[in-house]
């Protein structure tokens, strides 16, 4: 079955750094696009950058751009999120999601920036 695993958040200091990854299985992954989403408390789920299935086209939400960087190793299945310049309002639930025949996501990474 289909499976996106988070891993990489925890607790930074404004202006530090993280990098996420989604693990996934069950699929064809070097075949899809991926995308991370988040969500703060009280917010909608909002999407933060996505990536083609062979990783040659980006695209980003207005508040990271310049910031993050989402990349791909189809080889190793996996999804990055490399989060530079860490704000307060970055704070969030970061999910990976993959649309195929059906919506998939991961169960979340909660990442939290403060001092």
């Known amino acids: 079955q289909v499976q996106l695993v988070e891993s990489g958040g925890g607790l930074v200091q404004p202006g530090g750094s993280l990098r996420l990854s989604c693990v996934a299985s069950?699929?064809?992954?070097?075949?899809?696009?991926m995308k991370w989403y988040r969500q703060a408390p009280g917010k909608e789920r909002e999407l933060v950058a996505s990536i083609s299935s062979g990783g040659g086209s980006t695209t980003y939400a207005d508040s990271v751009k310049g910031r993050f960087t989402i990349s791909r190793d189809n080889a190793k299945n996996t999804v990055y999120l490399q989060m530079n310049s860490l704000k307060a309002e970055d704070t969030a639930v970061y999910y990976c999601?993959?649309?195929?025949?059906?919506?998939?996501w991961g169960q979340g990474t909660q990442v939290t920036v403060s001092s």
């Open positions: 069950g699929f064809t992954f070097s075949s899809v696009a």
């Open positions: 999601r993959v649309l195929m025949s059906r919506d998939y």
